[in-house]
């Protein structure tokens, strides 16, 4: 028995010392004289969470790291729900309690920008989170290739009005709350740069296009933006044989329709048939068929080429047609983006307008009526049914007579090469 005795003490010694281990760790207290803990947990009222504690009986909660919340600064933890009595971490815990975190709004509370995600560009913010109501957020809008603008919302409220053009910026003042931005990017035209055109789309600055159809309305800024007409699509108006190369070919909103000159009397090619530009027609006013060099993008250089072999063998030949004066309708398709009305300077579409050869003028003059409407609406200078237009091509009859369409009736004819009264426009390929 007294064997027995000694054990159990022995045992109940080590007891005490599990005890003391345990307390000291402070995760739970077991005493030798039925000691107990208690449970203080953390309600953060939308805060970040915080992780309740277990605390000895009699012993002091552990103040915790403040909690964050958007929008709002930290107060203190309260003891009551109804947050009257701010509470003291010196307290003795004798029970389980809940502390109450409180939130200040306003002041040197702080809120977050939220940008959405955008296709074809986006937008970033300079700033995005804790920021201060009053302070001024940047925001930068970045189009993916020649795609624009088109809406910048905060909550919903247009500003796109208000986006520094060039640079695509926008400033905005801090509210007191949390925002939400999305953007728009977009063309100006229904179909995007890299869809294929059709006859009748009109062609807007940025590549993008809108079919024309009867009806259609647009806005002041596609109005202006607008830069030809497609008239053409097809292998039809290549020059020979080929047949395996598609063009598209619109026509430009700008003519001149004070009469010019195809070439000066005194230009060199004045007095000269040149075969490489003829483009001879068959059929009745209305319903010609072309041969020959139907495509006349390069028809100028080709009266250069002319007049360098000439002058080879004549000394008196010279190759003039540097000389924009000399040539007054190639060179007002040349310098098409001086023209009035033309609206192409400072685009893509700057360069590559030619004066159309006799095939490409008649297919234009098919498609009158439509081209008509739609360059009327894109406000430009529609062509005068009344009036004949210079073509680039070499009438073959006669050496000083170059070949022009009257949109009258369809039906071509040659004209001295310094008339003055036909018509020009310009064309182009997209």
């Known amino acids: 028995m007294k064997h027995f005795k000694g054990r159990a003490a022995a045992l109940l010694s080590v007891l005490g010392f599990i005890s003391l281990v345990s307390c000291s760790g402070g995760t739970s207290y077991v005493g030798t004289s039925g000691g107990t803990s ?13 992780d309740p504690q277990t605390v000895a009986a009699g012993e002091t909660a552990k103040k915790p790291e403040d909690p964050k ?27 389980n309690i809940t502390l109450y975190a409180r939130w200040i709004d306003g002041g040197s509370a702080t809120y977050k920008v939220t940008v959405e995600t955008s296709t074809n560009g ?27 603008l088109k809406s910048l919302k905060i909550d919903g ?27 728009e990017f977009g063309w100006i035209g229904t179909k995007e740069p890299s869809e294929a055109k059709a006859v009748g789309d009109i062609v807007f600055n940025d590549g993008s296009a809108t079919p024309y159809a009867d009806g259609l309305t647009l806005t002041d800024d596609q109005k202006s933006a607008a830069v ?17 190369t598609s063009r598209t ?9 004070s009469g010019l000159a195809w070439c000066l009397n005194s230009a060199s090619a004045y007095s000269w048939d040149i ?67 033309s609206r192409v300077s400072g685009t893509d579409y700057e360069s590559g307008w030619y004066l159309p050869s006799i095939a490409e003028l008649f297919q234009i003059w098919t498609k009158r009526t439509d081209l008509n409407n739609a360059i009327a609406l894109c406000a430009g200078t529609g062509f005068d049914l009344s009036k004949y237009y210079w073509s680039s091509s070499q009438y073959a009859s006669d050496d000083d007579y170059a070949s022009g369409l009257g949109f009258s009736y369809g039906d071509w004819y040659g004209y001295s090469k310094y008339s003055t009264s036909r018509y020009v426009c310009a064309v182009r390929a997209f």
């Open 38 to 50: 208690y449970t203080v947990t953390f309600e953060t009222n939308g805060g970040s969470a915080v």
């Open 69 to 95: 919340k958007d929008g709002c600064d930290f107060g203190g933890w309260y003891a009551d729900s109804g947050l009257a009595s701010e509470f003291s971490f010196t307290t003795k815990i004798t029970k």
């Open 122 to 148: 986006g937008v970033t913010a300079d700033k995005t989170t804790g920021v201060a109501e009053g302070s001024t957020v940047t925001l930068t809008a970045k189009p993916s290739g020649t795609a624009r």
């Open 157 to 183: 409220t247009e500003q796109v009005a208000s986006v520094t053009a060039g640079t695509r910026e926008f400033t905005f003042a801090m509210p007191a709350k949390n925002v939400t931005v999305t953007a």
């Open 228 to 244: 030809a007409v497609i008239f053409y699509v097809g292998t039809g108006l290549n020059s020979g044989d080929n047949t395996a």
């Open 249 to 257: 070919l619109g026509v430009g909103l700008a003519q001149n329709q």
């Open 275 to 341: 075969d490489t530009i003829q483009c001879p027609a068959s059929g009745s006013a209305g319903s010609l068929t072309f041969t020959g060099d139907r495509n006349g993008s390069d028809n100028l250089l080709k009266i250069s080429d002319f007049l360098r072999n000439k002058s080879i063998t004549d000394n008196t030949v010279t190759d003039d047609t540097a000389t924009a004066a000399s040539y007054p309708a190639f060179y007002f398709a040349e310098n098409y983006k001086s023209q009035t009305g």
